[in-house]
């Protein structure tokens, strides 16, 4: 049964930290490109960070010098360490493949406060 769990959203203040996990119970994921993925209010659904099977990892311009994403290939984990948080890091958090995607969880709210 393919299911993305993530979790450790919450309500912080600007400047807080958090951190995201994902626990992967999907075909492939050792082999599959992976990413974090945000979804602003009103706005599309966008690739945040992303990180390849070997652990090379890219970000989006916005968050790039705060978020570090890692992955667990052995314990089919993906992780985001957020720090800087912003209001605009408001959303709601999934993650899913990059090069291969799954059937999307339920994401993790984060909310920021100014």
């Known amino acids: 049964q393919v299911r993305l769990v993530e979790s450790g959203g919450g309500l912080v203040q600007t400047g807080g930290s958090l951190r995201l996990s994902c626990a992967a119970s999907?075909?492939?994921?050792?082999?599959?490109?992976m990413g974090w993925y945000r979804q602003a209010p009103g706005k599309q659904r966008e690739l945040v960070a992303q990180i390849t099977s070997n652990s090379i990892t890219n970000y989006a311009d916005s968050v790039k010098g705060r978020f570090t994403i890692s992955r667990d290939n052995a314990k089919k984990m993906v992780y985001l360490q957020m720090n800087s948080l912003k209001p605009e890091d408001t959303g709601v958090y999934y993650c899913n493949g990059v090069t291969i995607q799954y059937s999307w969880g339920q994401g993790t709210q984060v909310t920021v406060s100014s």
């Open positions: 999907v075909s492939m994921f050792s082999i599959n490109n």
